[in-house]
């Protein structure tokens, strides 16, 4: 009889759990280690295969024809030494973790390495954090790091939490431009146009020498038209106001929209469009089934 033979085929439980094990006991112990990563002061030996395995950012220095990809020390500009030591560890372990005061330093060095993972999570960490104290920072946060679900997710948390969030000191401490882009917006959960004006001049008068400048071109975002008359002939008198022309040609301009009401058709603009919490909302209803049944 001829012997029988047969093909085996044989896979290894936890093949790369353990391979990766041995890999960072090497790190640990500084073996066979072929490059070292320099962040201020701190010296970072890892290896080049690892690191490129799991980083975009070095697989594409180490597999290019760059200067880096031979260099035995690779510096780290404006990289903070204690997140690139946890994202290095994190890339032989898979293992990172997150607590407040290291954050956003492991947010913004995961973007420069392109470590996906670690940037979801970290977006979704700091979503867990919103708080109308915070929310602010984290919104201009996601947005300097291109993070668009979370200056999603906090632009949206702003908006509706927002009469909390002008009581909080992160208000007042915004430049004018992040001012502009809260003003501009017809999401802000607010109860009527004179909130949104009382928070524009606590801002101004937080630093009234440096911001009185900046007074007219944020008023413009402000839905005068919609302001009481009243209110617009206090703001009239106001010394803020009084002596600043573009601050008076709006006032004037929401004047006319409550003096000749039958010219409204004509004074139209982005200034007599209620916010959207303003408006109200309609409910329909009644309507028809699929039998086109009337209910």
């Known amino acids: 009889m001829e012997p029988c033979s ?3 085929f044989f896979q290894a439980l936890n093949h790369a759990e353990q391979t990766f094990k041995k890999m960072e006991n090497y790190l640990r112990h500084k073996q066979l280690c072929d490059v070292i990563l320099v962040a201020g002061d701190r010296r970072i030996p890892a290896h080049r ?13 180490f597999t290019s024809d760059v200067r880096e990809a031979r260099q035995e020390e690779i510096k780290m500009e404006g990289v903070e030494p204690n997140s690139l030591w946890s994202l290095i560890q994190y890339a032989y372990t ?16 995961a973007c420069l390495l392109q470590l996906s993972q670690v940037v979801e999570a970290c977006c979704k960490f700091l979503m867990k954090q919103l708080h109308p104290s915070n929310c602010l920072g984290i919104r201009s946060f996601a947005d300097a790091q291109g993070c668009t679900d979370l ?6 948390y702003t908006m509706e939490n ?3 969030v002008i009581r909080n000191q992160e208000f007042v401490l915004l430049p004018a431009s992040e001012i502009a882009k809260l003003l501009a917006s017809d999401d802000m959960n607010i109860p009527n146009e004179e909130t949104i004006l009382n928070a524009l001049l606590t801002w101004v008068r937080h630093d ?4 009185r400048k900046d007074l007219s071109k944020l008023l413009a975002y402000i839905r005068l038209p919609l302001l009481a008359p009243q209110f617009l002939a206090d ?3 106001n010394a803020l106001f009084r002596d600043d022309i573009e601050c008076q040609k709006l006032i004037m301009e929401a004047m006319k929209y409550h003096l000749l009401p039958e010219r409204r058709p004509m ?4 200034r007599t469009k209620p916010r959207k919490s303003t408006v109200g909302t309609l409910f329909a209803v009644g309507g028809m089934d699929s039998t086109k049944g009337i209910k």
């Open 49 to 61: 295969l690892v690191l490129s395995s799991v980083s975009d950012y070095f697989a594409a220095m």
């Open 6 to 8: 047969s093909d085996e």
């Open 151 to 156: 200056h999603k997710v906090a632009h949206n």
């Open 267 to 270: 004074l139209q603009s982005p």
């Open 208 to 211: 009234l020498e440096q911001r």
């Open 94 to 109: 898979g293992r990172l973790e997150l607590k407040e005061d290291n954050i956003e330093c492991l947010l913004s060095t």
């Open 162 to 164: 927002f009469m909390e």
């Open 235 to 237: 703001m009239e008198n």
